[in-house]
């Protein structure tokens, strides 16, 4: 967030405070970042908070500066007294929690935003609320999509606190037909956001069952080679017995028992998901067979990747064992378990 003129104001003091708080990087913030006013149901902050935050927003850009004029012309769609502002000389991209065009587009107001737009507001400005191609996207508003991007806005460019692109942001919220539009664009469907997800991680995280359909196809992602039986005999079970204590946060090594995660107890060849009494994620349900060596090399090389929308890979819980004699070490140890 930038600071701006309107930061002394003491209805901005109760807002920065508010999006203090979003900025710690929880994921379900990203909803608020997202859409701060119309979603404040979806995520676990103080009631009270959230409404503090959402009336500042509303009532921010009405205050007294030019500035905060701009941005209220631009929320309230009132075309004739925006392009007044604007000839007097009003500041057209504002400091502040947001920029006009974020609050235009918020709003839905195409011709508000077009006429920032054409009087050179930054199509990628970022703000709490991420970039206006993030806010657009986010409400699957694909006429205002459209119009950003043919101002120059760059559909990979990251915003939020969690460097999330457009196309993430699109998932998240289902925006199906903004999916779309961001796909033909040029989005990057493998852009990772500040803990590893992806855009089709999210869609299936959120039970976005179309749009994860239609990133399914486009996410592509090769598994490591996995190792034989010759490379797992090799490997250093001593190594691996010290690499599982990472996994023991959330996994008891102990047969039949769970924490936040089950048990790795004779994990290697046993059935995916396999306790009917744990309460896997819809994704570790769906997927079936058995965790065998590939399988079990993959997951750990890459969860997100390897089992998009899973919940060991939740948040900003990032447990990828990207180094292969290390992960190979603990495949090695973890067969040793039984
Ligand atoms: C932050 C917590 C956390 C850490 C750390 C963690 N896991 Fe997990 N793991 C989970 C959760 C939660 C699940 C269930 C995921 C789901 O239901 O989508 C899971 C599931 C699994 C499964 C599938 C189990 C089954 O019964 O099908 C395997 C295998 C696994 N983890 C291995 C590991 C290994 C190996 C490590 C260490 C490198 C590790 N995990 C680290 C939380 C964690």
Same mark, same amino acid.
């Given at each position: ?5 309107? +930061? ?37 902050? @103080? ?10 927003? =509303?009532?921010?850009?009405?205050? *007294?500066?030019?500035?905060?004029? &701009? ?9 004739? +007294? ?37 009087? *050179? ?16 996207? *986010? ?18 460019? &990251? ?46 995280? @959120? ?11 486009? #996410? ?16 250093? #079970? ?8 990472? =996994?023991?946060? =959330? ?15 004779? &994990? ?5 998901? *396999? ?46 064992? #990207?180094?292969?004699? #290390? ?7 973890? @067969?040793?378990?039984?």
């Amino acid at each position: 967030m930038r600071d701006g003129p309107g +930061t002394a104001r003491p209805e901005n003091r109760t807002c920065r405070r508010a999006l203090r708080q979003l900025k710690r990087p929880r994921p379900e913030y990203a909803t608020v970042m997202a859409d701060p006013i119309a979603r404040h149901g979806e995520f676990h902050m @103080k009631p009270l908070t959230v409404f503090l935050c959402s009336l500042t927003l =509303c009532v921010l850009p009405a205050q *007294g500066s030019k500035a905060g004029e &701009v941005a209220d012309a631009a929320r309230s769609g009132d075309v004739g +007294t925006l392009i007044r502002l604007l000839d007097n000389g009003a500041p057209v991209d504002e400091p502040g929690v947001a920029s006009p065009l974020h609050f235009a587009i918020m709003s839905g107001h195409h011709e508000t935003a077009r006429i920032l737009l054409e009087r *050179g507001a930054d199509p990628n400005a970022d703000s709490a609320l991420g970039t206006p191609l993030m806010v657009a996207a *986010g409400r699957d508003r694909t006429e205002i999509l459209a119009l950003l991007l043919a101002h120059d806005a760059d559909p990979n460019v &990251v915003g939020g606190r969690e460097d999330r692109t457009p196309l993430h942001t699109a998932a998240f919220s289902g925006a199906a037909e903004a999916v779309q539009v961001l796909l033909a664009s040029g989005a990057d469907p493998l852009a990772r956001a500040k803990f590893g997800d992806t855009a089709l991680h999210l869609a299936v995280q @959120k039970n976005r069952t179309a749009v994860a359909e239609m990133l399914r196809e486009v #996410t592509n992602w090769t598994p490591p080679q996995p190792p034989t039986e010759a490379d797992l005999l090799e490997a250093d #079970t001593e190594k691996g017995r010290e690499a599982v204590q990472v =996994c023991q946060v =959330c996994h008891p090594l102990a047969a039949g028992k769970f924490s936040k995660g089950p048990t790795l107890w004779n &994990v290697v060849g046993r059935p995916v998901a *396999g306790f009917n009494d744990f309460p896997y994620s819809i994704a570790m349900r769906e997927d079936g067979g058995t965790w065998n060596i590939a399988r079990l090399d993959a997951f750990l090389a890459d969860p997100r990747m390897a089992m998009p929308g899973n919940m060991m890979a939740a948040g900003n819980d990032r447990v990828e064992v #990207t180094d292969r004699e #290390t992960r190979w070490a603990l495949i090695a140890y973890l @067969k040793t378990l039984k």
